[in-house]
């Protein structure tokens, strides 16, 4: 159950990353009456999305470990750089590029410092993703749980 829900929220951290940034975002500028709007409402779903990322960020840490373990799984420990590094990419550019870009500072640069940042977010966010799947986070054999864990069928 902990591998899946493991999963389910590396997958939701990527894929509304995706969904978010190559969807929605360039659909509201095509389809909005001026650039101003579509702006608008880029920020509040910018800011959403940092949000999302933070909790999905946080909960692959909670679950990082088996109860009462002290070892990562094999999963996380692979991916815990990764885990770590996409979130504070989410909150530098919300709480350090996003008020520039709304202040309307040097919005080349900002906008595509903000690009960069989303950017490098996404691929932590499917490296995470990718760590899991070859690692085996949804499996349940005994090769999932790092040895003398608690779970672990072949004992302590």
Request: charged share 10%; aromatic share 8%.
């Amino acid at each position: 159950m902990t591998g899946r829900l493991s999963f389910l929220a590396a997958a939701l951290w990527w894929g509304s990353l995706t969904t978010v940034g190559l969807l929605v975002v360039p659909l509201l500028f095509a389809h909005l009456p001026t650039p101003a709007m579509a702006g608008t409402m880029a920020a509040k779903l910018f800011a959403a999305q940092t949000w999302v990322s933070v909790c999905c960020a946080l909960l692959l840490l909670l679950l990082s470990r088996p109860k009462g373990a002290v070892a990562l799984y094999p999963w996380a420990q692979a991916a815990m750089l990764f885990i770590v590094g996409g979130m504070l990419l989410a909150l530098v550019s919300q709480y350090g590029v996003a008020p520039r870009i709304v202040a309307r500072q040097d919005l080349r640069l900002w906008h595509t410092v903000g690009s960069v940042l989303y950017g490098l977010q996404w691929v932590c966010a499917l490296e995470v993703l990718l760590k899991m799947r070859l690692l085996g986070a949804i499996s349940h054999d005994s090769a999932a749980l790092p040895s003398g864990s608690p779970d672990d069928p072949a004992g302590a």
